[in-house]
Nanobody, 119 residues
Framework: QVHLVESGGGLVQVGGSLRLSCTAS????????MGWYRQAPGKQRELVAT???????NYADSVKGRFTISRDNAKNTVNLQMNSLKPEDTALYYC?????????????WGQGTRVTVSS
């Protein structure tokens, strides 16, 4: 299994920046991709950004041009730099890892870190 520990998040004003970090431990050699999801109150969890082992990235349309995902494979960390934050970015942000186990792709989730953007 893969265990995730998140850091970062907090309260920021509109237009500000925050950086989220997530470190994986455990069966990190089986990781396929790392990324971030978020869940706002009353809404479903949604993808924010992901990065594969090869470095291919994928972003939600709502964050393109504002958020940047990066990964350090040697340290098993994934970061999310969030700039030009908007009130609609307010949510609980979850780190996610997809990893292979017995031929299946499984998910591991962090505990969540809160981001609040005040207007």
């Amino acid at each position: 299994q893969v265990h995730l520990v998140e850091s970062g998040g907090g309260l920021v004003q509109v237009g500000g920046s925050l950086r989220l970090s997530c470190t994986a431990s455990g069966s990190t050699g089986n990781i396929i991709s790392m990324g971030w999801y978020r869940q706002a109150p009353g809404k479903q969890r949604e993808l924010v950004a992901t990065v594969t082992n090869a470095g291919d990235t994928n972003y939600a349309d709502s964050v393109k041009g504002r958020f940047t995902i990066s990964r350090d494979n040697a340290k098993n960390t994934v970061n999310l730099q969030m700039n030009s934050l908007k009130p609609e970015d307010t949510a609980l942000y979850y780190c996610n890892v997809k990893y292979s186990r017995f031929g299946w792709t499984q998910d591991s989730w962090g505990q969540g870190t809160r981001v609040t953007v005040s207007s």
